[in-house]
């Protein structure tokens, strides 16, 4: 599943355990600009870093996996259900560096070509 967004905030990863760790990703959907969605998704263990390169205000597509599990409450044994939205993919649309390459090239300065050559050129032509 995919959707498109703006990005309202970002988490730090958290550390829920020392072996799990997640982080949250508030995504604003403006389909009706009057009343925007604000949806959260979840990232975990090394898909956290995903989320490293976005910034508020960033227009992106979330790619993700819906994901649902049951939860006995142990006292009165009664079963709630939470629904998560597992991030697995992150393309940033516009803002940051969306516009731009991906590595800026570099150019070496200007040689003036009209020079006289040096004694230590030795260049058949």
């Not at 979330?62 to 991030?87: E, I």
Request: glycine share 6%; hydrophobic share 35%.
């Amino acid at each position: 599943m995919d959707v498109k967004g703006k990005v309202h905030e970002v988490s730090d990863t958290m550390s829920v355990t020392e072996s799990f760790r997640k982080r949250e990703l508030i995504v604003e959907i403006a389909e009706n600009p009057q009343y925007p969605e604000y949806v959260k998704f979840e990232a975990i263990q090394d898909r956290c870093s995903l989320m490293d390169p976005l910034k508020v205000g960033d227009d992106v597509e979330v790619f993700f996996n819906l994901k649902g599990r049951p939860w006995s409450d142990p006292k009165t044994g009664r079963k709630n259900y939470f629904n998560t939205l597992q991030v697995w993919k992150v393309n940033v649309l516009t803002g940051g560096d969306a516009g731009m390459s991906a590595a800026a090239p570099q150019y070496a300065p200007p040689v003036d070509i009209s020079a006289a050559p040096g004694e230590d050129d030795d260049l058949p032509f």
